[in-house]
């Protein structure tokens, strides 16, 4: 029998302040039906300008070192389409701010949404070779498209931390993955432009194509079968995305779509927003935290979709003694001690800091928590750790 692989501590982040989705319908004129229902979507979560993917991260990462310490930790996979240098990896930055030990590997990883899902696949293969060590996966994200554009609704912003090791506590992940890859232009960034271009609705379709293909791919690996599984979670740029996915999957297989197996992975990103890289993983947390009853044992499907596009359908079971791992209460607080703000705010706000042409910008204390981006220096991010 080969050892189980798989994931024992989920944690996630995000930033303090949102937008309610009604106070953007009011000030387009529209009706705030269209988001609540039409995308599924309350709030869009705003960053501070002291706040990034490094620091959401460290906030996601300080309670799983709290609770595991670092000891066999030998890797670092930083997903993100949110970067911040075109060379350095974002892990490092985090290794600095984190205090990690020196005797570890870095590398950040980039495919849209998807690439958390292969930083993962990475994390256990590399644990299967080395059943002693263990690798910290991090997906974080800052989702934010032009103003008055179609997207501005499904904006976000988050950060999971995962370990991933061999004897997991909450999840083994399957061996068997359905992929499927197609050069197409429904969302991308170039390297000049700070928010995305993209054609929504032909994004949409396309995703719904690459999960069909996945799902084929998944069975024709010998996957398990549609029924074996309790919950689905999906890639979620927005959470009614994640009903249209499960039934377009359901079709698929010729059977009814069954809504309590998706609708616990929506609740945190409807408060949430899209988080890229991070939103599978978000949903993932919220199918396991916000579920009354238990679920050990049960199989969950897992779908990817990065845009560009590549996709991956997964397994994962759930593990005994899975709830005594999960950050539950912390993730309530999070989102529960969090503040509206007005549209003016939120316009402000949305404005990325520049580092460019300033020998130096000292950032505003806007965050809350414990990590902030205190300046850019000289075109050098300076981290700050205010202490627990
Ligand atoms: N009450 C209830 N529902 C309403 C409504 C009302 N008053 N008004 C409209 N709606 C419904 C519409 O009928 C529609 O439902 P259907 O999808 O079932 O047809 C839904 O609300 C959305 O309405 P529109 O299609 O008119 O909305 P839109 O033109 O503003 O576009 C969107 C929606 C395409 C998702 C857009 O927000 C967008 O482009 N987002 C960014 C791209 C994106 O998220 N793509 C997803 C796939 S790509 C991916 O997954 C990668 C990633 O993370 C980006």
């Not at 080969?2 to 009011?26: C, D, K």
């Not at 620091?55 to 609770?67: D, F, H, I, Q, S």
């Not at 679920?295 to 596009?309: E, P, V």
Request: aromatic share 8%; glycine share 8%.
């Amino acid at each position: 029998m080969t050892q189980p692989i798989g994931i024992s501590a989920l944690s996630f982040h995000t930033p303090h302040r949102y937008v309610a989705l009604a106070t953007l319908a009011e000030h387009h004129g529209i009706d705030p039906e269209k988001f609540s229902r039409g995308i599924g979507q309350d709030k869009i979560a705003l960053p501070g300008h002291d706040e990034d993917v490094v620091t959401m991260a460290a906030e996601a990462l300080a309670p799983v070192l709290a609770a595991h310490g670092t000891d066999g930790i030998d890797t670092l996979i930083f997903a993100t389409e949110t970067g911040i240098d075109q060379s350095k990896s974002a892990g490092i930055y985090l290794h600095g701010l984190m205090n990690l030990p020196a005797n570890m590997r870095h590398v950040e990883v980039k495919q849209a949404c998807y690439s958390a899902t292969a930083a993962l696949q990475m994390a256990c293969a590399h644990v299967a070779r080395h059943p002693d060590r263990k690798v910290l996966v991090i997906a974080s994200d800052v989702a934010r498209y032009d103003l008055d554009s179609s997207g501005e609704a499904t904006q976000g912003a988050g950060a999971v931390a995962m370990l991933v090791e061999a004897d997991p506590k909450i999840l083994e992940i399957g061996t068997v993955s359905g992929v499927f890859t197609e050069d197409i232009m429904d969302f991308w960034r170039p390297n000049h432009r700070s928010t995305p271009m993209f054609d929504g609705k032909y994004s949409a379709l396309r995703y719904l194509n690459a999960l069909v293909e996945a799902w084929r791919d998944y069975q024709a690996g010998g996957g398990r079968a549609y029924e074996d599984f309790a919950r689905f979670c999906y890639h979620l740029p927005f959470s009614r995305m994640g009903d249209k996915a499960h039934r377009h999957l359901a079709k698929e297989v010729g059977t009814r779509a069954d809504a309590a197996a998706v609708t616990p992975g929506l609740t945190y990103n409807r408060q949430i927003g899209n988080c890229y890289t991070a939103s599978l993983y978000l949903a993932l947390i919220s199918t396991l935290e916000t579920a009354e009853e238990d679920l050990t044992g049960a199989h969950l499907g897992l779908f990817s979709y990065g845009s560009g596009a590549t996709a991956e359908f997964f397994d994962a079971t759930v593990v005994p003694g899975y709830r005594d791992h999960l950050l539950g209460a912390r993730h309530g607080e999070i989102l529960k001690s969090r503040a509206a703000v007005p549209y003016d705010a939120y316009t402000a706000l949305w404005q990325s800091p520049k580092g460019a042409d300033a020998a130096r910008v000292d950032m505003p204390e806007e965050a809350a928590g414990r990590f902030r981006l205190a300046a850019i220096d000289d075109h050098k991010r300076i981290y700050a750790d205010r202490g627990a």
